[in-house]
């Protein structure tokens, strides 16, 4: 399905984006309760934490998506309009991604300071914190995301939609932790292609808009579907 391979990917775009890739060394640090050099030299870190902060923010995403399909089924009789507006709301804030545009309320940045503790909860709030504070980078992103979902047919699609847009973005967070010596070396290097990547997961939203607006993404998706049978699994 169409959908849920540009919502996982969009994810992906949201964990290296410039606003969250260079903090994940010090989310993991903050959520673990260990120093980066610490967390260094242990063998194995203990990735219950990690994997509660990957499911708060999660959690919210998921029911964000939710929400959007909700109102997007109480305005199915007028569908024609809302793909239209849908399909204009991802082109313009896939231009802003870009860089073509700026929208200043996008470049507003709202961290919660959210005070760690043993508890076991304390993870799963964090991650909810990340979901609501953080807007600069994933905003546009998982805007677009929130609008597609808002086209679905049934809320569980849209509940769908935003768990491999979740996935996208936990997965890699999740490895970084385990694999926390070689994605320091990573991220080094890959700090500067972080613009590049943003205006790449851009553009495949800015196609995604128009594909929308043209009433095409299903007929994209029909046509992957005989290219790559195997695609079928994920519907």
């Not at 203990?46 to 995403?61: E, K, Q, R």
Request: proline share 4%; glycine share 8%.
């Amino acid at each position: 399905m169409i959908e849920l391979l540009i919502a996982l990917g969009a994810g992906l775009i949201s964990f290296l984006s410039p606003c969250v890739l260079p903090l994940i060394p010090g989310y993991i640090s903050y959520i673990s309760g260990s120093s980066l050099n610490e967390l260094i030299a242990k063998k194995n870190i203990n990735l219950i934490p990690l994997i509660l902060f990957t499911a708060g923010f999660s959690i919210v995403f998921i029911l964000l998506g939710a929400a959007s399909t909700f109102v997007g089924q109480a305005l199915l009789q007028n569908s024609y309009e809302l793909r239209i507006a849908a399909g204009l709301v991802i082109i313009l804030l896939s231009l802003h991604i870009i860089g073509l545009i700026n929208i200043k309320f996008l470049n507003f940045e709202k961290r919660i300071d959210a005070r760690i503790n043993s508890n076991f909860y304390s993870p799963i709030l964090i991650g909810m914190a990340f979901a609501f504070g953080w807007t600069p980078c994933i905003g546009p992103i998982l805007g677009s995301i929130l609008v597609l979902a808002s086209t679905e047919e049934s809320i569980n699609k849209g509940i769908l939609l935003l768990t491999f847009y979740s996935l996208g973005l936990a997965i890699p967070f999740i490895l970084s932790g385990y694999l926390i010596q070689k994605f320091l070396i990573f991220s080094k290097n890959f700090k500067k292609n972080i613009n590049l990547v943003s205006k790449i997961g851009g553009i495949i939203l800015l196609l995604t808009g128009i594909l929308i607006l043209t009433n095409q993404l299903q007929a994209l998706g029909y046509y992957l579907l005989n290219i790559f049978p195997f695609l079928q699994n994920f519907g």
